[in-house]
């Protein structure tokens, strides 16, 4: 869910990361030198927090290295998701009048268990998503690795698309799926200089080519691929290969979308995108006004106070969007 934007008077080939995140009632934004949230209470009230965090790559110089710098931003990635998702659905589910917490307050209720989260989420991808196929794929082809092969890549990306399909049917998802549909907008009114207001992001489409739903779908792809040269050896070189190769396939997925993303105006840029933005049909939905003002909210509160001031000035900002940017 990330994409890259310009600022005003910059340079239209200097590229500015700013990437998204939809949240429970709310949305994540993080710009280059700080990180913002922003949810609806129960009351109505849009509620925001910002807070400083420069890029990965200037404060270490392994995220400067191809291929190990698409490990450490997913695990950034990652720790900056669940802690938004812990802040928004405390303050999704507070009473009118009742004070907004800090978005340390949930991490630090929550602590170890939080990192334990972040564990369980990637098991349940690792075990469900590769072991099974491999295993399910190695009962049913026995010996032939050429329809082990096939039914493996089949059954891999037909549970990856059924399960965002059957969870996309559910009505909270679904809502959160709108939010990812505003942060995409919003970022794309962003990125081609339009004046912040409701009016002007609506018109974006809700996919995004520099989505990070694109960034697990190259996952997929790409362990089709890699597993395809391994073969059907036996099961524990099977198992420990679906395992292992993760790092491995998601540091050259992250190089491939950033690949892409530098190249999104190329006929090459946007056919790498094209499948991620097939797959965003079932992980966007088309927001209301009250999503894109929490989606401008995060936006505004992410980027420098200089570029909000000016975002603020430019554009048709709706009062609940100023007052929780002002706060």
């Given amino acids: 869910m990330s994409s890259e934007t310009r600022h005003e008077g910059r340079n239209r080939s200097e590229p500015l990361t700013v990437g998204g995140q939809a949240l429970i009632e709310g949305v994540m934004v993080r710009a280059p030198e700080a990180w913002a949230v922003a949810a609806r209470r129960l009351d109505g009230v849009v509620v925001a927090e910002r807070r400083p965090l420069p890029?990965?790559?200037?404060?270490?110089?392994?995220?400067?290295?191809?291929?190990?710098?698409?490990i450490l931003v997913l695990v950034e990635s990652l720790n900056l998701g669940f802690r938004s998702l812990a802040w928004s659905a405390e303050v999704a589910s507070q009473e009118p009048g009742e004070e907004s917490g800090t978005i340390e307050g949930p991490a630090e209720k929550l602590g170890w268990k939080l990192w334990l989260w972040m564990g369980v989420a990637m098991?349940?991808?690792?075990?469900?998503?590769?072991?099974?196929?491999?295993?399910?794929?190695?009962?049913?082809?026995?010996?032939?690795?050429?329809?082990?092969?096939?039914?493996?890549?089949?059954?891999?990306?037909?549970?990856?698309?059924?399960?965002?399909?059957?969870?996309?049917?559910?009505?909270?998802?679904?809502?959160?799926?709108?939010?990812?549909?505003?942060?995409?907008?919003?970022?794309?009114?962003?990125?081609?200089?339009?004046?912040?207001?409701?009016?002007?992001?609506?018109?974006?489409?809700?996919?995004?080519?520099?989505?990070?739903?694109?960034?697990?779908?190259?996952?997929?792809?790409?362990?089709?691929?890699?597993?395809?040269l391994v073969g059907n050896p036996g099961w524990l070189v099977l198992v420990a290969s679906r395992v292992l190769f993760i790092p491995l396939i998601a540091a050259v997925a992250y190089e491939l979308l950033k690949f892409a993303g530098k190249r999104q105006s190329q006929t090459l840029g946007r056919?790498?995108?094209?499948?991620?933005?097939?797959?965003?049909?079932?992980?966007?939905?088309?927001?209301?006004?009250?999503?894109?003002?929490?989606?401008?909210?995060?936006?505004?509160?992410?980027?420098?106070?200089?570029?909000?001031?000016?975002?603020?000035?430019?554009?048709?900002?709706?009062?609940?969007?100023?007052?929780?940017?002002?706060?």
């Avoid at 890029?55 to 698409?70: D, E, H, M, N, Y």
């Fill in 55 to 70: 890029r990965l790559s200037t404060r270490t110089v392994a995220a400067k290295i191809p291929f190990l710098r698409g």
């Fill in 123 to 228: 098991g349940f991808f690792v075990a469900f998503f590769m072991v099974v196929p491999a295993t399910v794929a190695r009962w049913t082809a026995g010996e032939s690795g050429l329809l082990f092969g096939f039914l493996e890549a089949v059954i891999r990306m037909g549970l990856f698309i059924g399960y965002i399909w059957g969870i996309g049917r559910m009505a909270d998802i679904k809502r959160v799926f709108s939010y990812h549909g505003a942060e995409h907008m919003t970022i794309h009114a962003y990125e081609q200089q339009e004046t912040i207001s409701v009016e002007s992001i609506a018109k974006y489409p809700p996919e995004h080519p520099r989505c990070g739903t694109n960034f697990l779908l190259i996952v997929v792809i790409l362990s089709i691929v890699a597993f395809a």
């Fill in 271 to 327: 056919l790498l995108a094209l499948p991620g933005i097939w797959l965003q049909k079932l992980t966007t939905n088309q927001p209301d006004s009250d999503q894109i003002e929490v989606a401008m909210t995060a936006l505004l509160s992410a980027v420098e106070p200089a570029e909000a001031d000016r975002l603020l000035g430019a554009g048709t900002i709706p009062p609940s969007v100023a007052e929780a940017v002002a706060k």
